[in-house]
């Protein structure tokens, strides 16, 4: 029986991606930053771990407790919303402590079992702002990139070990905190957290604009394409999930 290792499960796609990874008869490995059991009860094939992606010596102890493992899904991420302007640079190095490092941390860490296995397959969680120009996303867009970039390399690295990597690329979700304030940015209420008053008619027609489509991806839409991406052998890299993703893609 197989087991994967999916960080920042207590809600969205993450939830759903170990949900279904469970559903499929396989051992679950369910990391987040603060423990919340109610959120994925715990049974003999699902397990909830303590895992700040963040720390080096949270990463460790997180591996050492439970023992292999055959997919690693990096998912634990930050939204960020904002005009770069108006974003400290200490918000941009939290967004990229998660978002990118700790997804390389969390790699790191992984890949010698893998290689040494001659198996394994590192799915990175990114975002459709990748394969799109979307407004008040400068920073968290660039952390998604780099995730991007990472992972087409490091696929290359891996594939002489029989290792895989891949990107799950979803779209908009409207259970998620980006796209609540998206929401509210396109009625006017509460821009002034956002972006910086001269911004502000600008922000609240880009983002009614966002809000008005028709296609948005469902948390299930995520959690079968991470599962498609895990059993890929074709050599695919990337993989939109939900419908507004794949236009995206298509588009491209």
Same mark, same amino acid.
């Given at each position: 029986?197989?087991?994967?290792?999916?960080?920042?499960?207590?809600?969205?796609?993450?939830?759903? *991606?170990?949900?279904?990874?469970?559903?499929?008869?396989?051992?679950?490995?369910?990391?987040?930053?603060?423990? %919340?059991?109610?959120?994925?009860?715990?049974?003999?094939?699902?397990?909830?771990?303590?895992?700040?992606?963040?720390?080096?010596?949270?990463?460790?102890?997180?591996?050492?407790?439970?023992?292999?493992?055959?997919?690693?899904?990096?998912?634990? #991420?930050?939204?960020?919303?904002?005009?770069?302007?108006?974003?400290?640079?200490?918000?941009? %190095?939290?967004?990229?402590?998660?978002?990118?490092?700790?997804?390389?941390?969390? *790699?790191?860490?992984?890949?010698?079992?893998?290689?040494?296995?001659?198996?394994?397959?590192?799915?990175?969680?990114?975002?459709?702002?990748?394969?799109?120009?979307?407004?008040? *996303?400068?920073?968290?867009?660039?952390?998604?990139?780099?995730?991007?970039?990472?992972?087409?390399?490091?696929?290359?690295?891996?594939?002489?070990?029989?290792? %895989?990597?891949?990107?799950?690329?979803?779209?908009?979700?409207?259970?998620?905190?980006?796209?609540?304030?998206?929401?509210?940015?396109?009625?006017?209420?509460?821009?002034?957290?956002?972006?910086?008053?001269?911004?502000?008619?600008?922000?609240?027609?880009?983002?009614?604009?966002?809000?008005?489509?028709?296609?948005?991806?469902?948390?299930?839409?995520?959690?079968?394409?991470?599962?498609?991406?895990?059993?890929?052998?074709? #050599?695919?890299? %990337?993989?939109?999930?939900?419908?507004?993703?794949?236009?995206?893609?298509?588009?491209?």
């Amino acid at each position: 029986m197989k087991t994967v290792l999916i960080t920042g499960t207590s809600s969205g796609y993450g939830r759903e *991606t170990a949900r279904h990874f469970h559903a499929q008869g396989w051992n679950v490995v369910a990391a987040m930053r603060t423990p %919340r059991p109610d959120v994925l009860p715990e049974s003999d094939r699902l397990r909830v771990i303590e895992l700040d992606v963040t720390r080096p010596e949270s990463i460790t102890a997180a591996f050492a407790a439970v023992g292999p493992v055959d997919v690693l899904v990096n998912n634990a #991420g930050v939204a960020s919303m904002g005009v770069f302007e108006g974003t400290s640079m200490d918000r941009v %190095r939290e967004v990229f402590e998660t978002n990118t490092f700790g997804v390389m941390a969390m *790699t790191q860490a992984v890949l010698p079992q893998f290689r040494e296995r001659g198996s394994g397959v590192v799915v990175n969680v990114t975002s459709s702002v990748v394969l799109g120009h979307m407004p008040l *996303t400068a920073v968290y867009k660039a952390s998604k990139m780099a995730v991007e970039g990472f992972t087409a390399s490091l696929a290359l690295e891996l594939a002489p070990f029989g290792v %895989r990597a891949k990107t799950v690329e979803p779209g908009a979700c409207l259970t998620t905190n980006f796209a609540a304030n998206a929401a509210k940015a396109a009625q006017g209420a509460s821009l002034d957290e956002l972006v910086p008053a001269p911004y502000a008619p600008w922000a609240k027609k880009a983002m009614g604009d966002f809000m008005g489509q028709d296609r948005f991806t469902k948390e299930s839409d995520v959690a079968e394409t991470v599962w498609r991406a895990v059993h890929d052998t074709t #050599g695919q890299l %990337r993989f939109p999930a939900g419908a507004d993703a794949v236009a995206l893609s298509q588009a491209r």
